[in-house]
T-cell receptor, first 113, second 111 residues
Framework: GENVEQHPSTLSVQEGDSAVIKCTYS??????FPWYKQELGKGPQLIID?????GEKKDQRIAVTLNKTAKHFSLHITETQPEDSAVYFC????????????FGKGTHLIIQP | DTEVTQTPKHLVMGMTNKKSLKCEQH?????MYWYKQKAKKPPELMFVYSYEKLSINESVPSRFSPECPNSSLLNLHLHALQPEDSALYLC??????????FGPGTRLTVL
C-alpha cells in the first residue's frame, strides 16, 4: 500500500447515536481493507474487514462499506455504547500480505454518556 | 482461537543492554510480523516472516534483529538501542498472509 488517509482524527458522539469513520486509499491494487479497534494499553483488535469483491459487510452494530471506484471505505457503528470508546484504525493491503498492512492515522472515538 | 501472546508486557533497558522480545501463536498461522507503534501514531511495519523466512525488512536499523526459530515463535533481539526506540512493539500473525491478528504488545522504554 502507498497511502491511507483517515478522517476525522477525533469524533465525539452521544451514546446511542451512530458514528462514521472514513478512509481513502491511493493504490488501485489494494484489495483488502480491515478495521482495528485499539483500547488504551492494548494491541489492535480486528473488528471487521472487507475484500475488494464485496461492497458492504455487516456484523451486528458494525458495518463497513467499500467504494472501489472512488477508492474509499467507511466504518459505521450504530447504537454506540460507552465501550465503543477507543482509537479506530483503518488499513489496507495491496501486496497480498507480503508487504504487511498500511494504516491510517487513527480516529479517537469518544462516546458521550 | 485467535490469540497471539507477547512477553514481557513491559521492558525497561539501558542503551548498553541486550534484551529480547518474544511472540507466540499456536494457531498454525504461516506469517508473523513485527510492528512498532509510537504514542498516538499508527503501527509501522518492521519485519515480515512467511513460512519462517524473512520476507520483508523495512529498512530497520541493525540494532533490531528478528529471529523465527519455528512456525509458532518470533523473537526480536534488541542491542544498543536509543531513547527514541521507546515504543509499543506489536507482534501479529496471519493464517493466509493477509488477515492479521495482533498481540497485546510489549511496552519498551530505553533509558
Amino acid at each position: 500500500g502507498e497511502n491511507v488517509e483517515q478522517h476525522p482524527s477525533t469524533l465525539s458522539v452521544q451514546e446511542g447515536d451512530s458514528a462514521v469513520i472514513k478512509c481513502t486509499y491511493s493504490d488501485s491494487a489494494s484489495n483488502y481493507f480491515p478495521w482495528y479497534k485499539q483500547e488504551l494499553g492494548k494491541g489492535p483488535q480486528l473488528i471487521i474487514d472487507i475484500r475488494s469483491n464485496v461492497g458492504e459487510k455487516k456484523d451486528q452494530r458494525i458495518a463497513v462499506t467499500l467504494n472501489k471506484t472512488a477508492k474509499h471505505f467507511s466504518l459505521h457503528i450504530t447504537e454506540t455504547q460507552p465501550e465503543d470508546s477507543a482509537v479506530y484504525f483503518c488499513a489496507e493491503d495491496s501486496g497480498g500480505g507480503a508487504d504487511g498492512l498500511t494504516f491510517g492515522k487513527g480516529t479517537h472515538l469518544i462516546i458521550q454518556p | 482461537d485467535t490469540e497471539v501472546t507477547q512477553t514481557p508486557k513491559h521492558l525497561v533497558m539501558g542503551m548498553t543492554n541486550k534484551k529480547s522480545l518474544k511472540c507466540e501463536q499456536h494457531m498454525g498461522h504461516r506469517a508473523m510480523y513485527w510492528y512498532k507503534q509510537k504514542a498516538k501514531k499508527p503501527p509501522e511495519l518492521m519485519f515480515v516472516y512467511s513460512y519462517e523466512k524473512l520476507s520483508i525488512n523495512e529498512s530497520v536499523p541493525s540494532r533490531f534483529s528478528p529471529e523465527c526459530p519455528n512456525s509458532s515463535l518470533l523473537n526480536l533481539h534488541l542491542h544498543a538501542l536509543q531513547p527514541e526506540d521507546s515504543a509499543l512493539y506489536l507482534c501479529a500473525s496471519s493464517p493466509e498472509g493477509v488477515t492479521q491478528y495482533f498481540g497485546p504488545g510489549t511496552r519498551l522504554t530505553v533509558l
